[in-house]
Nanobody, 131 residues
Framework: QVQLVESGGGVVQPGGSLTLSCAVS????????IGWFRQSPGKERESVSC????????YYVPSVAGRFIISKVKAKNTVYLQMNNLQSEDPAVYSC????????????????????????WGQGTQVTVSS
């Protein structure tokens, strides 16, 4: 089973940028899709983005599309989430998770990545947006 460790969280001003890392060990990224999810106090966990295992297809939920970019460096077995133009709705604990597929569900609206299909999770990293 793979292990995932997130890093890169911190405090950023509104409109600022932050890049999160998800380091994967125990197996190669060639076999795993990696999803990013977030959860803030009092709210349910929500999906953010996902990158597929082989084709590197990327998926974004509407609230982050155009602002966040997911990518991977296979040589480092690491997936990144570049977050731009951070807003008041973005603060949360961000976690990465591994699965065989991205499990992208386009219906019902809004589209999402099915978190229950991801068996392996990291501990999360805190992102705070504050002026």
């Amino acid at each position: 089973q793979v292990q995932l460790v997130e890093s890169g969280g911190g405090v950023v001003q509104p409109g600022g940028s932050l890049t999160l890392s998800c380091a994967v060990s125990g197996d190669t990224l060639d076999y795993y899709a990696i999803g990013w999810f977030r959860q803030s106090p009092g709210k349910e966990r929500e999906s953010v983005s996902c990158i597929s295992a082989i084709e590197d297809s990327t998926y974004y939920v509407p609230s982050v599309a155009g602002r966040f970019i997911i990518s991977k460096v296979k040589a480092k077995n690491t997936v990144y989430l570049q977050m731009n133009n951070l807003q008041s709705e973005d603060p949360a604990v961000y976690s990465c998770a591994a699965s065989q597929f991205c499990w992208w569900a386009s219906t019902p609206s809004p589209p999402t990545v099915l978190s229950e299909k991801f068996p392996s999770w990291g501990q999360g990293t805190q992102v705070t947006v504050s002026s």
